[in-house]
């Protein structure tokens, strides 16, 4: 049996795994940084009221054990849970963002600015005005900061040298096995 083919590497490829590793630092090192600010900013805010509240609390310690999985992360696994982990809680940031324009939405009739118009309000024009923090006590774009730490550190987990054993896996199997092709005169 032949010994399966290697391809050689691009030079993008080349200076992508030299400047790799900082990269991977400075990503990991940005999201424990938003992740720490917006739990700061969270405390201060005093941003535990009621169980939804504490939702972005527990996104935050997610991401913290997260972090410090990927930062020495030698293993596929660890990186394939820092990918899962950081996916929720992107996802968790992005129904935040909705949840908030929600509550702006729902507060507006209270808005001594909005009391007498917000019946006659077109639907639409009622919740851009939610969305934008013209009426309402909730920033809309505050849940998005924990949505960019998890995306930071999803990034940092893309082509993480863990996972060169599995990609190198997957060429040679794909060479040994190349896929067949149904062809009709």
Do not use: C, K
């Not at 917000?118 to 920033?139: F, K, M, Q």
């Amino acid at each position: 049996m032949d010994a399966p083919i290697q391809a050689e590497p691009f030079a993008a490829d080349v200076v992508a795994d030299s400047e790799g590793p900082l990269l991977r630092r400075w990503l990991i090192a940005i999201s424990g940084l938003a992740a720490v600010g917006t739990a700061l900013e969270l405390l201060l805010l005093r941003h535990w009221d009621n169980g939804l509240e504490v939702i972005p609390f527990v996104s935050l310690a997610a991401l913290g054990v997260a972090i410090a999985i990927l930062a020495p992360a030698h293993s596929p696994r660890a990186v394939h849970v820092a990918r899962l982990v950081s996916s929720v809680v992107a996802a968790s940031g992005a129904i935040g963002v909705f949840i908030h324009v929600r509550a702006n939405y729902e507060a507006a009739p209270l808005d001594f600015r909005f009391t007498d118009s917000w019946p006659t309000t077109a639907e639409p024009i009622r919740w851009l005005l939610a969305a934008t923090d013209t009426v309402g006590p909730s920033p809309t774009l505050a849940p998005a900061a924990l949505t960019f730490a998890a995306l930071a550190l999803l990034a940092a987990t893309l082509r993480h040298p863990a996972l060169a054993g599995a990609r190198q896996a997957s060429l040679v199997e794909h060479s040994e096995n190349p896929p067949s092709v149904l062809m009709t005169p």
